[in-house]
């Protein structure tokens, strides 16, 4: 725990504040906002008094936040005080933004392991708690990450609890930021997708910030027209979409109006064509790539966005359709076997994960004909991890498949037509 960092005196000290400050915060049925920010800055106060090194601030800033707020939730006096508590909060992170930085970007530094896992402790175990600061406060640790490794390992552990909590939607745009920070637009966009008709501007703040501070100039053209109903009248998103006209209006041809006419009434002999006569960005294939997701319901749209993933080799977005959206892959159209060939040749370690979704999807429809394609999916992942050099992989697989499915006779004697 971070309170290792603090020595005895300040601690004890730091602890009895806790207690008259939790006291101020509910003793009162109304505080004015003079009051509450008197609140803030006598705490604010106290602790620069203590002297601390920039570490131990920090270490006391989330002693008396999970303090409070541990408090406030023993007593049952979160919910009826939830305004009080934000504001509070909000305002002794926002003072420290700048601290909570600069610490965050020494991942070198051994309390920098100690602070974030108490951070990330925090951050999940206060997950139910939608107005929590522990949100805010993970936002500032990361803003200056530069480590992206360090980026890379946040990524996974969020991707690992959104996977948990799929319907998060707090959850999902800081795992969405995180993808972005790792310079993966694609899968940063999936996840705020589901969440886009109740995703607010200061939601995207962060996205579009940090697209404006590397310039990446098209890519935030792309977000902004597709947020757009989200952002409308934001003065603050407005001054970030002022920015990007100014840079892209010195750009000698803008080739964005072409793609969106094309977009109402696009076809893949007419995408061709324009791919051939004007330059195509890769920003300008991500954003048409973004607006036909939408609407993959449409078979016609869902074939059209395929062929350009054919196209365009998108092996990411690729892989996105197969685990995400495919939920039949009995008799798959010409397109997506096409596709399925593309992944083989360019990225066969990623068929793995897909393979292993088809069986399952084909296995509990609980038919023959499913059982047997099944089957040709398991003779497929055979060939592929013996490709891979990880057999000893694919026997613990089989395995596991077995005692899964154990009840399932006509699969199991399905499976013995191979030679497993």
Same mark, same amino acid.
């Given at each position: 725990?971070?309170?290792?960092?603090?020595?005895?005196?300040?601690?004890?000290?730091?602890?009895?504040?806790?207690?008259?400050?939790?006291?101020?915060?509910?003793?009162?049925?109304?505080?004015?906002?003079?009051?509450?920010?008197?609140?803030?800055?006598?705490?604010?106060?106290? +602790?620069?008094? +203590?002297?601390?090194?920039?570490?131990?601030?920090?270490?006391?800033?989330?002693?008396?936040?999970?303090?409070?707020?541990?408090?406030?939730?023993?007593?049952?006096?979160?919910?009826?005080?939830?305004?009080?508590?934000?504001?509070?909060?909000?305002?002794?992170?926002?003072?420290?933004?700048?601290?909570?930085?600069?610490?965050?970007?020494?991942?070198?530094?051994?309390?920098?392991?100690?602070?974030?896992?108490?951070?990330?402790?925090?951050?999940?175990?206060?997950?139910?708690?939608?107005?929590?600061?522990?949100?805010?406060?993970?936002?500032?640790?990361?803003?200056?990450?530069?480590?992206?490794?360090?980026?890379?390992?946040? +990524?996974?552990?969020?991707?690992?609890?959104?996977?948990?909590?799929?319907?998060?939607?707090?959850?999902?745009?800081?795992?969405?930021?995180?993808?972005?920070?790792?310079?993966?637009?694609?899968?940063?966009?999936?996840?705020?997708?589901?969440?886009?008709?109740?995703?607010?501007?200061?939601?995207?703040?962060?996205?579009?910030? +940090?697209?404006?501070?590397?310039?990446?100039?098209?890519?935030?053209?792309?977000?902004?027209?597709?947020?757009?109903?989200?952002?409308?009248?934001?003065?603050?998103?407005?001054?970030?979409?002022?920015?990007?006209?100014?840079?892209?209006?010195?750009?000698?041809?803008?080739?964005?109006?072409?793609?969106?006419?094309?977009?109402?009434?696009?076809?893949?002999?007419?995408?061709?064509?324009?791919?051939?006569?004007?330059?195509?960005?890769?920003?300008?294939?991500?954003?048409?790539?973004?607006?036909?997701?939408?609407?993959?319901?449409?078979?016609?749209?869902?074939?059209?966005?395929?062929?350009?993933?054919?196209?365009?080799?998108?092996?990411?977005?690729?892989?996105?359709?197969?685990?995400?959206?495919?939920?039949?892959?009995?008799?798959?159209?010409?397109?997506?076997?096409?596709?399925?060939?593309?992944?083989?040749?360019?990225?066969?370690?990623?068929?793995?994960?897909?393979?292993?979704?088809?069986?399952?999807?084909?296995?509990?429809?609980?038919?023959?004909?499913?059982?047997?394609?099944?089957?040709?999916?398991?003779?497929?992942?055979?060939?592929?991890?013996?490709?891979?050099?990880?057999?000893?992989?694919?026997?613990?697989?089989?395995?596991?498949?077995?005692?899964?499915?154990?009840?399932?006779?006509?699969?199991?004697?399905?499976?013995?037509?191979?030679?497993?």
């Amino acid at each position: 725990m971070s309170n290792q960092y603090l020595s005895q005196p300040n601690y004890n000290e730091i602890e009895t504040t806790i207690i008259a400050l939790y006291k101020e915060l509910t003793n009162q049925n109304y505080l004015t906002e003079i009051d509450r920010n008197s609140i803030a800055g006598a705490v604010l106060l106290k +602790l620069d008094r +203590l002297e601390l090194e920039n570490h131990e601030k920090i270490a006391a800033l989330l002693l008396t936040i999970n303090g409070i707020l541990s408090l406030s939730m023993k007593f049952s006096t979160y919910r009826p005080f939830e305004q009080r508590f934000v504001h509070f909060f909000t305002t002794i992170i926002d003072e420290n933004r700048e601290l909570f930085a600069e610490i965050g970007m020494q991942s070198s530094n051994e309390y920098h392991h100690v602070i974030t896992e108490d951070i990330l402790y925090f951050y999940f175990e206060f997950l139910s708690t939608e107005s929590a600061p522990w949100d805010r406060i993970f936002r500032y640790w990361i803003s200056k990450e530069q480590s992206k490794q360090q980026l890379q390992n946040y +990524l996974a552990l969020f991707v690992e609890k959104q996977h948990a909590n799929p319907h998060h939607v707090r959850l999902a745009i800081i795992t969405s930021l995180l993808a972005l920070y790792c310079e993966d637009g694609s899968l940063s966009i999936s996840y705020l997708r589901p969440h886009k008709k109740i995703i607010s501007a200061s939601d995207l703040y962060d996205h579009f910030s +940090l697209l404006q501070e590397r310039e990446e100039w098209d890519m935030l053209k792309s977000w902004l027209s597709y947020f757009k109903s989200n952002w409308k009248n934001d003065p603050i998103v407005e001054r970030i979409y002022d920015q990007m006209v100014l840079h892209l209006n010195e750009k000698p041809k803008d080739h964005f109006v072409i793609w969106e006419k094309w977009l109402k009434t696009p076809s893949f002999k007419s995408y061709l064509a324009n791919k051939q006569k004007y330059q195509i960005a890769e920003s300008d294939i991500s954003h048409i790539l973004s607006i036909l997701h939408g609407d993959l319901f449409n078979p016609a749209i869902e074939r059209l966005y395929l062929q350009i993933l054919n196209e365009e080799k998108r092996i990411t977005e690729a892989v996105s359709f197969f685990l995400l959206v495919e939920k039949n892959p009995l008799q798959l159209a010409e397109e997506k076997v096409n596709l399925l060939s593309l992944i083989n040749k360019e990225q066969p370690e990623k068929l793995i994960a897909i393979y292993h979704q088809f069986v399952i999807r084909l296995v509990e429809k609980k038919t023959r004909q499913h059982y047997e394609e099944a089957v040709v999916f398991i003779g497929k992942l055979q060939r592929l991890y013996k490709k891979l050099d990880k057999q000893s992989e694919f026997s613990s697989y089989i395995q596991k498949l077995k005692q899964h499915y154990r009840t399932y006779r006509a699969l199991i004697q399905e499976m013995k037509s191979l030679e497993l």
